[in-house]
């Protein structure tokens, strides 16, 4: 099938914490919803059957509760029968902004998913009622090429997002489609947690996911496109993920991936937004991992020549690395119950420092999460102490082999290239207790290599 997905440059408000009228609000957010009407036909013209449209796209963010309030739509929540927007505006108030979503897809004859704020009114006898009376959700609306809404998703994992309330529930959002049966949905922050991502996906068999974003990059683990196609191969699905473009925030990083083939945007030097358009299989079965290859393990006679084990900061974690030192090698390095192994040679030896880390513990800044990584970075200078830094460019080449007895299943694999460009493994996935990842010359320098492991239970 053709997806398409679109990386938007949001017209923001001045001065979000300021309290406006409906009538304010709409005409912002009818500049940046005239720009999405472009991009559907745009898209519909190139033979979409299907756009997203990233998180905070139509509203913009840093508001405070009361002040986002004029620019939420109500929109029922899916489960309210057939409704479209616009054919019948009349059926309920406060509904311009769905109205003129489903109008673009009608118009187009294109599925479409767009994210946007919305309010519910609450009794006073609901105890998690907000004392304004209301709940606010930061919601996604899938709707039909016919215009009518398919199914709503109210975001679970909210981040520090002050102006919107969590859903009593997780929400498990799907559609169907002609093309290409269901596809599931959820928003952002939500790809790191089990619920209700995970549990969508297995619940129903998921193999499309569209997924809008509002992502600020963190490397050298958490790049938007980095991650977005780690999680495609790990749970094997097609995801459409659209980011919002605001380079001078660290946000870009959109695409269409595959489990084997990604279609990624990602720009920190201009400014504008970008239309994605690939066509992409539908997929039926599992694809397969290959791992015919014997590994050998570390041998224990040579440990006396380990390198010296340091620690550096990486995401705001500790980690415990070694360097990655001479053109080949096998190295290990643990921590608590996680250990890491590295065989490597590489052809060319470059001035630039590698490290092999690990990290086995409860991530807690901008979120508590517990993360078991095995990670190979290019550090950001010379010294044991860049190890960890945020680093866009490298020119080594390095074939390796990474592995590690990861005490979850949940393994994302982590590819990342000089530019913040993405490569694929030759080879990973489970043998006896490890998980492998392995590759034979990268399509350009390597930034990471890494193993990054969500223990959901431990959160």
Request: hydrophobic share 40%; proline share 5%; net charge negative.
């Amino acid at each position: 099938y053709v997806a398409a997905v679109y990386e938007h440059e949001s017209i923001l408000s001045p001065s979000p914490a300021a309290r406006v009228e409906r009538r304010s609000a709409l005409e912002l957010m009818g500049r940046n919803l005239d720009v999405y009407e472009q991009q559907v036909l745009a898209a519909a013209r190139q033979g979409a059957q299907i756009i997203v449209f990233p998180e905070d796209g139509i509203h913009g963010f840093n508001f405070t509760r009361s002040s986002i309030y004029p620019y939420l739509d109500f929109v029922p929540h899916s489960h309210s029968g057939k409704w479209n927007p616009c054919r019948e505006p009349y059926l309920f108030n406060d509904t311009e902004v769905v109205q003129r979503l489903s109008c673009m897809a009608l118009k187009s004859k294109i599925f479409l998913v767009a994210n946007l704020g919305t309010k519910q009114p609450c009794e006073r006898t609901d105890p998690r009622c907000p004392a304004d009376g209301r709940y606010q959700f930061n919601t996604n609306v899938a709707l039909a090429a016919d215009g009518t809404l398919l199914a709503t998703y109210r975001k679970h994992n909210l981040y520090f997002e002050y102006a919107f309330d969590t859903p009593p529930e997780p929400d498990y959002a799907f559609f169907d489609t002609p093309f290409a049966g269901k596809f599931g949905m959820f928003t952002c922050f939500d790809i790191l947690f089990f619920e209700p991502a995970v549990n969508l996906i297995r619940q129903y068999n998921l193999k499309q996911i569209v997924y809008p974003t509002a992502w600020m990059n963190q490397l050298p683990l958490l790049s938007a496109v980095e991650f977005q196609q780690a999680f495609a191969t790990a749970f094997n699905v097609n995801i459409l993920a659209a980011n919002i473009h605001h380079p001078t925030l660290g946000m870009t990083g959109s695409g269409i991936y595959t489990p084997v083939k990604s279609f990624i945007y990602h720009n920190m030097e201009s400014y504008g937004g970008k239309l994605i358009v690939a066509e992409i299989p539908v997929i039926t079965t599992d694809y397969k991992t290959n791992l015919e290859k014997t590994h050998g393990r570390v041998s224990e006679k040579g440990k006396e020549q380990s390198p010296p084990s340091f620690y550096a900061e990486m995401m705001y974690d500790n980690f415990t690395f070694v360097p990655v030192w001479g053109e080949k090698g096998e190295i290990q390095v643990c921590a608590n119950t996680l250990c890491c192994y590295l065989n490597y040679r590489r052809a060319v030896l470059t001035d630039e420092l590698y490290a092999l880390g690990v990290f086995d513990g409860l991530h807690t800044v901008h979120g508590t999460y517990y993360v078991q990584a095995c990670a190979l970075v290019k550090c950001g200078g010379l010294s044991f102490s860049t190890c960890g830094q945020e680093v866009t460019d490298a020119t080594a080449l390095i074939d390796f082999q990474l592995w590690g007895n990861m005490s979850t299943p949940y393994i994302f694999p982590l590819l990342l290239t000089s530019g913040i460009t993405l490569d694929f493994a030759d080879h990973m996935g489970w043998k006896n207790n490890y998980y492998f990842l392995s590759k034979n010359r990268t399509s350009s320098g390597l930034l990471t290599a890494a193993l990054y492991g969500r223990w959901y239970e431990k959160d």
